[in-house]
């Protein structure tokens, strides 16, 4: 017997403050050495520009352990088409067994994790009182990482800009209304970056879409729209200028091209890397160190998430009545 959890099951388990703390859980857990999150096994869908992704992960603790795996596929050319550029699915099982607990909606818990997951970083690595954020991109990880940085810090103005003019208006005016805050639409990468104190890149950048002397210092900064090798949003400059954090070391060193290319080029070396977020959680490393000081946080999103979300609506789902029973 297994639990099918569809989008509308997991946005009711799964609120951004429950998700936020699932998060820190996970990378908690990642950072006191209790996560299993072997590399992503994935393809290229020949001609069409297509990834098809297995990201298994184990997790302890919690207080018996969580493993699953998400399948995804993301096809960026697909909203031109009004499609999603990302569809997934996670199965959770449990880790005592191999029993199969769960079928959920994976596209919904990619967007919320993920941003539950910048949220995390950006809780330890932005000033206390960071009240303007500038997004890069109009789509559902811009979205939710707005929701997620008012979730962790006194947000109050917003600037939001993507290519194209509609949905970036549309986006302001959806999430003004949504949050209540002053959410403004801007004609430029630069206008939403320069003077925000925290930032947001959330796009399907192949090359920078940013001037690293665009940000002000004492910036924040997550960075989260490419998860391949040859694919960045953010130049050399202002990578050379930041602390770095990562989600996890391997999966930075394997995927991101935001740091794979600077290093590839000899302008920073692995070193640049000061700390994967479980080693900030678990005080192995130190954060912020003073007002002025610029932090990226890189993330191109880990298995050890999917499972840490996924543990928790399942939980919440069985409190709450949801979802529909199935026969495996």
Not at 104 to 118: C, E, N, P, Q, Y
Not at 185 to 212: F, K, L, N, W, Y
Not at 247 to 254: F, I, K, M, P
């Amino acid at each position: 017997m297994a639990l099918l959890l569809t989008r509308s099951d997991v946005e009711a388990a799964l609120p951004m403050v429950e998700c936020i703390a699932s998060q820190e859980y996970a990378f908690r857990e990642h950072g006191l050495g209790n996560a299993v999150t072997p590399h992503r096994l994935g393809l290229k869908t020949p001609g069409q520009d297509g990834l098809y992704i297995a990201m298994p992960s184990y997790l302890g603790g919690d207080p018996s352990g969580a493993m699953a795996v998400k399948v995804l596929t993301f096809y960026p050319n697909n909203p031109a088409a009004g499609l999603p550029a990302i569809t997934a699915t996670v199965l959770l099982h449990d880790p005592n067994t191999g029993a199969l607990l769960a079928i959920m909606d994976g596209a919904s818990i990619t967007g919320l994790r993920t941003a539950a997951g910048s949220a995390v970083a950006t809780k330890y690595l932005a000033r206390a009182e960071a009240s303007t954020v500038g997004i890069l991109g109009s789509g559902v990880q811009a979205e939710t990482h707005l929701v997620a940085m008012c979730a962790v810090r006194p947000v109050q103005t917003a600037w939001v800009y993507s290519r194209d003019r509609d949905r970036r208006t549309d986006f302001a005016e959806r999430m003004t209304a949504r949050l209540g805050i002053e959410v403004t639409p801007v004609s430029s990468a630069r206008a939403a970056v320069e003077g925000a104190e925290i930032v947001v890149t959330a796009t399907t950048a192949r090359e920078p879409i940013v001037d690293g002397d665009w940000f002000a210092p004492g910036v924040h900064i997550n960075c989260v729209g490419s998860g391949i090798p040859d694919r960045r949003e953010l130049d050399d400059k202002i990578v050379q200028r930041a602390k770095i954090v990562v989600d996890t070391y391997d999966s930075a060193l394997a995927e991101a091209g935001d740091l794979l290319i600077p290093i590839a080029q000899g302008l920073i070396t692995q070193r640049a890397l000061h700390a994967d977020l479980g080693e900030i959680l678990t005080g192995q490393k130190v954060g912020r160190t003073d007002e002025a000081e610029i932090t990226i946080f890189k993330s191109v999103g880990v298995a050890l998430q999917d499972v840490g979300a996924a543990a928790w609506i399942y939980r919440r789902a069985k409190e709450l009545g949801l979802g529909q029973v199935v026969d495996f």
